[in-house]
């Protein structure tokens, strides 16, 4: 199945020049764009957000520029050439903030409700959980019953374009906060509730998300990808996630698979339609089809992911996977092999 | 009112305003010499048992710089290990302890005590006041704050620094997911500064109300000193939001009563709600005395009188009320139904428009005067600059759906470094080189504090600016590393060059203060920059020689020879009368004389007190419970040895203090500077308990299932009956008490504070006893925690009753109480009335709101 590519695109924010970063609003034309960035939005949500977010920054600049002209010329002209006195305080302090943040007020008002209700009957409801450091993912397909078992996944949502998608996000220990700047705004994730987040992709592609409230010893390797298809490969993805997984034939696929089983990965981790169906630890069902490891935190390949089950206590200290350092290393790469054939 | 006034017709309203001075010229020679004896500071180690608000003020402000070099180097080293992507300098824990060291020591540790450190320092200078009403509560508060300071910066050394934010949100900082000592760390640090604040704040109020110089009518009180009321009035009803928070917080660690565990009932909301009831006023806290600083030295340095001088004061009332209404922009993303974050949002935005009154104000004032080009100046322009332009970001984080993306961002970061640091710090350091002058009579370096300027203002731009655009890029805050990919690179390298510059600023003011101090200053002339309030007239450490006569806003400026007159001694309290310290207290809106106030002088109770109150605290931290009775024990003791000698009745007749004034040397009731301390006080108790209440609804709302059904699972009404009778039989008695002490009948003020006392103890253990009964644990559900607590609090008041009854019964029995001496009297029966008021409404609470709602 064509995925969209693991995205090498660099950010090109090199060119811009300090001089322009001190210079105003300006600046921000010189077009960011990444994976991770809300002036480069590829969904509605965002879209909208940074329409708005321009006016600001303009409005911003063009106030800030006029009010230090203002006192430059304050502190330079003679006093009997400066015009108005309390007049300025009225005028300025009073009846152009009431006015203007009036309007500001009744756009605002506009855009919130836009977004809110972006996904009023959604296409999709996908249930993200926040753990320290990792999410939780599960897919329910529209009108299920509570009854009936979701889909689950881990540190990565696959959603289509064009259809509105309904999150709700929830916190199994402490507050994360759920955020991909390309297509929407953040919402925290928060134990005892579930908040829900509306949104609506436009461009395909393959977007990072990160966890936004602080929440402890690695929260900084919080991330997830969101990978946007069109609707059809869409649908063609989720149909194929029925399929279960049965131990390979290919030898050293199989050692792989009898290793995770050995060594006891299944304490922890599910993979679909085998003997393991653990809850503790991410769904591992798809591993092999993932942009990241670690929840976003590494590039994901047999290589790093070998590293990762053998020393995962050094790459990303406190989290809850041990370092897995006793296999020879055959098994090793096989054990990996095997969880990147799972697609 | 036992004011006695003795004068003419004309004299007495006039006052000396035609030119007949307040005290006739020339003065006894040896009135200056008791003024100096009386006030002489004492030297050598001595020093550290002096109270004199120029003393403690200077310390206090060097304590709360220091605080904020090390905060400052602590952010030094965050910017080196964010120079560079997937940098290994500073691990993930040592990073996380340095942001939250960083956070909580410039927010508590730096901001608010230095603003209330200027205050302390300033404010009885400009109103022409000998010191603050009560020093040693002043110097307490700053012995306390420094020792508690040093040791939440020691725990840094001991690898046991708080790591949980300086917001410090629930899950992740109560027991399970920070075991040990590091989030009690942080409760320790904010344990003093609430301390600190609050005597901070009770000292301003009842310092700008009650000693101002005679004729300064509140339509006259100097812009900062509106400021500082203000902000002191913020402090009120703010700081108890934290305060109780901080207690249940504690509570829940130690006894893990669920306040904020949503298995059990409760809710990690209810602690940002708190928190940001608090942490909101807390920023215009920190920003209202800068702005009141700015609103100063403007008129100085334009030589004109401040623009719209009433509508800036209505701003900075505005403000006031403003911020108690905008706490939830800090929880925009909780996924609080959109209703209400509208009505957030407006509130936001609102607020921009005081800012804006002051903004024009101060350009219009600089437009209509000729400008003078002194460092302060330059600071002053920096902080339009960047005050402005963190002004409007702060618009576009009330904009909602912008701030969905812009929050825990690093758009926030430089949104709050440009307020805060614009806001206050620039106003601060401009200040510095501003009223130098009045600290010793030398002037810092001009030229310097211009490289200073340059390299702070040009290296804070370049640390803060492409923060906006590195947190529109994704990059959110508190991150200890971040990968390369992402565009983030160039623009953290950049922002960590202009932290080392903004740094080097900060050293050279340092230098120039370090040369200074060792005696490389210019000499300055005693009104070097041409200001026109009283802080400018020269004075030794009792103040100023007479206490002014004022008739302005710039009394200076109005009458030029008034400085002459007032180091001639021909104002206001020329000597020293009682022969001791004293200043005058005046009526709180027009300003006129009182009564003379004894000022308690140098001594080691409140020093003692402040170290072994830390001293405790700190055990408490670490966790030896046993050990730490002793100094708690010890600073009791301290205390009452500083108490001990005060509220000594009227020991002189009435003074002459000039003007045909003459004014008894003590008065009771509610004209008494210590009552209303006390009821400031009640105010900030008063909100504390409210917030508890405010808690236990909150919890009701998100959890009405843990609350119980069945009334037969509550105790009997019959609880509620028997100790609403004993509160009433403990107000009866209180108010007994009050009358015996009227006709000086000792045994019957004796046998009424002890009854009061056993009653309200039997109501509040009988309550305890009537929940424990039912079987209710703490532990088990929210609302186990929060009724035990509602008794817990209770029972905390029954602590401090304890102590101040037993207190005034040994002044009962040592003679120190009668019918014309009853402030220590009048305090307790405060204390004791508001403690039966706050029982009986925990008692209905407690028991009909289950029966009610359950």
Not at chain 1, 44 to 69: C, D, K, P, Y
Not at chain 2, 251 to 275: C, K, N, T
Not at chain 2, 738 to 745: E, K, V, W
Request: proline share 7%.
């Amino acid at each position: 199945m064509a995925l969209p590519p693991w995205p090498t695109r660099r950010t090109s924010l090199a060119p811009v020049p300090l001089l322009g970063l001190l210079s105003g609003a300006g600046f921000l034309l010189s077009g960011c764009e990444g994976a991770q960035s809300a002036l480069d939005p590829a969904g509605f949500n965002a879209r909208e957000i940074l329409f708005t977010s321009w006016i600001l920054f303009i409005g911003g600049a063009v106030i800030f520029l006029f009010v230090m002209a203002l006192a430059v010329w304050a502190v330079l002209a003679k006093g009997d050439r400066f015009p108005g006195a309390r007049a300025w305080v009225i005028g300025g302090g009073i009846l152009f903030p009431v006015v203007t943040l009036t309007a500001l007020l009744l756009h605002e008002f506009a855009l919130a409700r836009r977004l809110v209700t972006v996904a009023e009957t959604p296409a999709l409801t996908i249930e993200v959980t926040g753990y320290m450091w990792w999410w939780d993912v599960r897919y329910r397909r529209p009108g299920a019953g509570p009854e009936e078992p979701a889909l689950r996944s881990a540190n990565e949502l696959v959603i289509p374009t064009g259809r509105p998608v309904e999150l709700l996000v929830g916190a199994a220990d402490v507050i994360h906060s759920f955020w991909v700047p390309s297509l929407a705004g953040k919402m925290d994730m928060i134990p005892g509730h579930v908040n829900r987040l509306a949104l609506l992709a436009e461009k395909p592609g393959l977007y990072r998300g990160q966890c936004a409230e602080y929440c402890g010893a690695q929260h900084a390797l919080m991330a997830f990808h969101v990978r946007v298809l069109e609707p059809e490969e869409f649908d063609a993805w989720l149909a194929a996630r029925n399929r279960p997984v049965t131990r390979p034939e290919d030898p050293v696929l199989a050692r792989g698979y009898d290793a995770f089983f050995t060594q006891g990965c299944q304490s922890c981790h599910a993979v679909r339609g085998t003997p393991a169906v653990s809850t503790l630890g991410p769904d591992l069902s798809d591993m092999g089809a993932r942009a990241g490891l670690a929840a976003g935190s590494f590039e994901n390949n047999v290589g790093t992911l070998a590293g990762w089950i053998a020393s995962a206590q050094h790459l990303k200290p406190g989290n809850r996977m041990p370092s897995f350092n006793v296999m020879d290393g055959e098994t090793l790469r096989a054990l990996a092999a095997w969880l990147e054939s799972l697609k | 009112m036992t004011l006695q006034h003795e004068g003419g017709p004309g004299s007495g309203h006039g006052g000396p305003a035609h030119r007949t001075l307040p005290s006739p010229l020339p003065r006894p020679e040896e009135e200056l010499r008791t003024l100096q004896r009386v006030w002489r500071m004492p030297r050598g180690l001595g020093l550290l048992s002096e109270v004199n608000n120029n003393v403690i003020g200077v310390m206090y402000i060097g304590a709360a710089l220091l605080f904020f070099v090390l905060a400052g180097l602590l952010a030094l080293a965050m910017r080196a290990q964010l120079a560079f992507p997937e940098s290994a300098l500073l691990d993930h824990d040592t990073y996380n302890q340095f942001f939250t060291v960083h956070g909580t020591g410039m927010m508590f540790l730096f901001a608010v005590p230095v603003v209330e450190a200027i205050g302390v320092y300033l404010i009885p200078a400009m109103l022409g006041a000998r010191d603050l009403p009560f020093p040693r509560l002043s110097a307490f508060a700053f012995w306390a704050y420094f020792f508690g300071g040093l040791s939440f910066f020691a725990s840094l050394l001991f690898d046991a620094a708080p790591d949980g934010g300086w917001f410090m949100y629930p899950p992740l900082t109560s027991y399970e997911h920070s075991p040990g000592i590091r989030a009690d760390f942080w409760l320790l640090g904010i344990g003093f500064i609430e301390i600190s604040a609050i005597a901070g704040a009770i000292e301003i109020i009842v310092g700008i109300l009650r000693t101002r110089p005679p004729g300064m009518t509140l339509d006259k009180l100097p812009i900062y000193c509106w400021a500082m009321l203000i902000m002191a009035g913020m402090i009120i009803f703010a700081f108890p939001a934290v305060i109780l928070a901080t207690a249940l917080l504690e509570v829940e660690r130690v006894f893990h009563w669920p306040f904020f565990i949503a298995e059990r009932g409760g809710d990690p909301l209810l602690w940002q709600h708190l928190f940001w009831f608090f942490g909101h006023p807390e920023v215009y806290i920190i920003f209202l005395p800068g702005a009141g600083l700015v609103s100063m030295m403007v008129p100085t340095l334009a030589r004109y009188p401040l623009i719209g001088h009433n509508l800036v004061v209505l701003a900075l009332v505005g403000t006031g009320v403003f911020s108690f209404g905008l706490w939830v922009h800090h929880m925009f993303t909780t996924g609080i139904p959109p209703l209400s974050l509208s009505f957030f949002s407006a509130a936001s935005m609102a607020v921009a428009v005081p800012s804006g009154i002051q903004v024009f104000a101060w350009i219009a004032t600089l437009g209509k005067g000729r400008v003078q080009w002194t460092v302060a100046t330059w600071f002053l322009m920096g902080f339009l600059f960047i005050f402005v332009l963190g002004g409007l970001t702060g618009v576009m984080v009330a904009v909602v759906p912008f701030d969905w993306q812009a929050h825990d961002s690093y758009f926030i970061v430089a949104h709050l470094h440009y307020v805060l640091i614009g806001g206050m710090v620039f106003p601060m350091f401009a200040a510095l080189y501003h009223w130098w002058p009045t600290l010793n009579g030398t002037l810092l370096s001009e030229r310097l504090g211009r490289w200073a300027f340059w390299l702070m203002f040009g290296g804070f731009n370049v640390t803060f600016f492409p923060m906006h655009i590195t947190g529109l890029l994704g990059m959110p805050r508190r991150v200890y590393t971040y990968p390369g990919d992402l565009g983030w690179n160039l623009l953290n390298m950049v922002s960590t060059v202009g932290a080392f510059v903004l740094a080097l600023g900060v050293l050279i003011v340092l230098a120039d203060m370090a040369r200074n101090a060792f005696g490389r200053g210019q000499p300055a002339s005693d009104n070097p920059w041409n200001g026109g309030t009283l802080e400018w007239i020269p004075n030794g450490n009792y103040a100023v020689r007479s206490i002014p006569y004022v008739t302005g806003l710039y009394p200076l400026w109005e009458n030029p020879n008034l400085s002459r007159e007032v180091q001639a001694g021909a104002h206001f309290l020329p000597g020293a009368p009682t022969d001791r310290r004293e200043t005058i207290v005046t009526s709180p809106i027009e300003s006129k004389p009182q009564y003379l106030m004894p000022m308690p002088g140098p001594h080691w109770g409140h020093f003692l007190a402040g170290l072994f109150t830390a001293l405790h605290f700190l055990c408490l931290t670490v966790g030896w419970y046993l050990i730490s009775i002793l100094p708690a024990l010890i600073a009791i003791a301290s205390v009452i040895w500083w108490l001990w000698d005060l509220d000594t009745g009227e020991d002189h007749p009435p003074q002459e203090v000039g003007g045909g004034w003459r004014i008894p040397v003590y008065v009771q009731g509610p004209s008494n500077h210590s009552w209303w301390a006390m009821v400031v006080l009640l105010l900030v108790d008063g909100t504390a308990f409210a917030c508890l209440i405010f808690s236990y609804i909150f919890l009701w709302t998100v959890s009405p299932d843990v609350w119980p059904s069945d009334p037969a699972a509550l105790p009997g009404i019959g609880w509620l009956g028997g100790g609403l009778l004993l509160l009433a039989l403990a107000a009866l008695s209180l108010w007994w008490a009050s009358r015996s002490l009227g006709a000086d009948r000792q045994a019957g003020v004796r046998l009424g504070l002890l009854l009061c006392f056993l009653f309200l103890l039997a109501a509040a253990v009988g309550e305890g006893y009537a929940q424990i009964q039912t079987g209710l644990k703490g532990a088990e559900s929210a609302y186990g925690a929060v009724t035990y607590m509602l008794v817990a609090w209770q029972g905390f008041h029954m602590a401090v009753l304890l102590l101040m009854i037993g207190y005034t019964l040994a002044r009962s029995f040592r003679g120190l109480i009668h019918a014309r001496r009853r402030v220590t009297f009048d305090n307790t029966m405060l204390m004791a009335g508001y403690t039966v008021g706050q029982g009986a409404f925990a008692l209905l609470l407690a028991h009909l709101f289950p029966r009610l709602f359950g």
